[in-house]
């Protein structure tokens, strides 16, 4: 059965303290690995699209990277506004199947 | 992306009523998507919607309990229906990227029964 587990379920960080969030999946014939960012009360805001081991992906202070087992969502000295639930998805054939998220806060 | 208006945000319902939720997108879409997350779980699917078909329901979910409506390819509403505390959860309707397998998400409608 496909399964997307992501770790750690919470992450406290200091402001400017560098970390990664992790997502492993188990999929059959991967047709994409997704991060999105959900803010409390709102729904998730998409973030970066891999397909393929090996593809890398950045968005200010995020980068995502794959990996035939595993994603990464690096995130260099992150500021307070960078608290947020991270989500990654894994999409096979026309199932898209999410993680249930890392809880990310940025103590000032 | 498209942008996607759901309401209502939030609503706190008797057990035993019905809700329904609403999603218009501000462009032409082939399928929607409806979303359940319960606190500290990952999305689940409901159901794929369809413009002009039944709406294809996920193992565990049923029309009678989740009917859902597809007018055009602009809208679509999802109804829990006869509420239990069970069904106190975040709901979400979402649509597939243009040019990209992700999925642009609406802002959710967080539903409490009591």
């Known amino acids: 059965e496909d399964q997307v587990t992501q770790s750690p379920e919470a992450l406290r960080l200091q402001e400017g303290e560098s970390s990664s969030l992790n997502c492993s999946y188990t999929?059959?014939?991967?047709?994409?690995l997704f991060w999105y960012r959900q803010d409390p009360g709102k729904g998730p805001e998409f973030l970066f699209t891999l397909y393929s081991a090996g593809e890398e992906k950045e968005k200010e202070r995020l980068k995502a990277t794959l990996t035939k087992k595993e994603s990464f969502l690096h995130i260099t000295a992150p500021k307070p506004e960078d608290s947020a639930t991270y989500l990654c998805?894994?999409?096979?054939?026309?199932?898209?199947?999410f993680g249930a998220g890392t809880r990310l806060t940025v103590k000032p | 992306s498209a942008v996607i208006s759901q309401k209502p945000s939030r609503d706190i319902c008797q057990r035993g009523t019905s809700l329904t939720i609403q999603c218009q997108v501000d462009?032409?879409?082939?399928?929607m998507f409806w979303y359940r997350q319960q606190p500290g779980q990952s999305l689940t699917l409901i159901a794929t919607?369809?413009?002009?078909?039944?709406?294809?329901?996920e193992s565990g979910f049923v029309i009678d309990k989740f009917p859902i409506s597809r007018p055009n390819l602009t809208f679509s509403t999802l109804t829990v229906s006869n509420m239990s505390p069970e069904d106190s959860s975040i709901y979400l309707c979402s649509v597939q990227q243009t040019g990209d397998y992700g999925y642009t998400f609406g802002s959710g409608t967080r539903l409490t029964v009591v």
């Open positions: 919607a369809n413009q002009g078909s039944e709406a294809t329901y």
């Open positions: 462009s032409q879409v082939t399928m």
């Open positions: 998805a894994a999409k096979s054939g026309g199932d898209m199947r």
């Open positions: 999929v059959s014939g991967l047709r994409g």
